[in-house]
């Protein structure tokens, strides 16, 4: 072999393989180009010179070649080699008729069943162990108008069932209102912070401002409540004073006396569940058996 003809041998090698890479670099291009002149048939949507966005995946995929486009979805050429998965039809917003208002903070849904408000809780109207209460009507008769003859939306939290087996839910009117909030806005119930909700919180702020702005069960400052205890003819709790700071408590002619303040508001309680489960000879036997004294004048 001439001197030189390896060195020669060696740059058409080299000519050969830049030629091949060129040619690949070409067809991928071409390659890119072709599936976004498809993407583009039917117009594209341009979010940024980077990124290209798929709400149904909600997924962000950087590519700086084609743009986002609605006929490439619809084709699949374009959607099925760049995103993970099919909008779901099963994620679209589901609506469900209203069947009944049961009370202020429960309702009945056609497919579900009872529906218990999250973080909200309005007067007893149909409790099995309290009495009406101030208002429950009043909340009652809002939720009616606000839902009647409506389809609403769901959302749930962490819990999604109570200890009743109501499905516990955030309700969502047609236009957009949530009507957790709404009862609460309006002064027709309470922030219900006993357990641990998303928007307890912001619950908790909503019913700040309509105490303020005297709404509702908020007017007058309690004593439309108090006025109508009254009209009842309810009988009393009666606490006293007793030396040594112990305190006593008096219902109809029954008294339990010498008790911490720990233990008085404990027995206010007991008292409040008791009155309203038991008929007047059970109620007696119950106290007299958890260290009440009967007086008899």
Not at 34 to 60: C, R, W
């Amino acid at each position: 072999m001439r001197k030189g003809a390896g060195s020669q041998v060696r740059a058409s090698f080299r000519g050969f393989l830049f030629a091949s890479f060129f040619r690949g670099l070409v067809s991928f291009f071409c390659l890119a180009f072709l599936l976004a002149s498809m993407a583009g048939q039917a117009g594209t949507i341009e979010l940024s010179s980077d990124y290209v966005f798929d709400k149904s995946a909600e997924m962000v995929m950087a590519w700086p070649f084609l743009p986002l486009s609605r006929s490439a979805e619809a084709s699949g050429v374009f959607y099925s080699l760049f995103t993970e998965k099919l909008p779901d039809p099963d994620k679209q917003p589901r609506y469900y008729q209203i069947l009944r208002v049961v009370d202020g903070d429960t309702l009945e849904v056609e497919s579900i069943g009872e529906i218990r408000l999250i973080g909200v809780d309005t007067p007893e109207l149909y409790h099995p162990l309290k009495p009406v209460q101030f208002f429950a009507k009043e909340a009652s008769d809002f939720v009616k108008e606000l839902v009647s003859g409506l389809s609403v939306r769901l959302e749930y939290d962490r819990e999604k069932k109570d200890k009743y087996g109501r499905t516990l839910a955030y309700v969502y009117l047609p236009d957009g209102r949530c009507l957790n909030e709404e009862i609460i806005r309006r002064g027709y119930g309470f922030a219900y912070t006993r357990f641990p909700f998303l928007y307890l919180v912001k619950y908790r702020q909503i019913e700040a401002q309509a105490r303020a702005e005297g709404l509702g069960l908020w007017a007058n400052q309690g004593l439309d409540e108090f006025r109508w205890i009254i009209s009842q003819g309810s009988v009393p709790y009666e606490i006293f004073e007793m030396a040594n700071n112990w305190w006593g408590i008096r219902f109809k002619q029954y008294v339990k006396i010498r008790l911490t303040s720990e233990e008085l508001l404990k027995e206010i309680n007991n008292l409040r569940q008791w009155t309203n489960e038991f008929s007047d000879s059970d109620l007696r036997e119950i106290l007299l058996n958890h260290g009440w004294l009967e007086v008899k004048e």
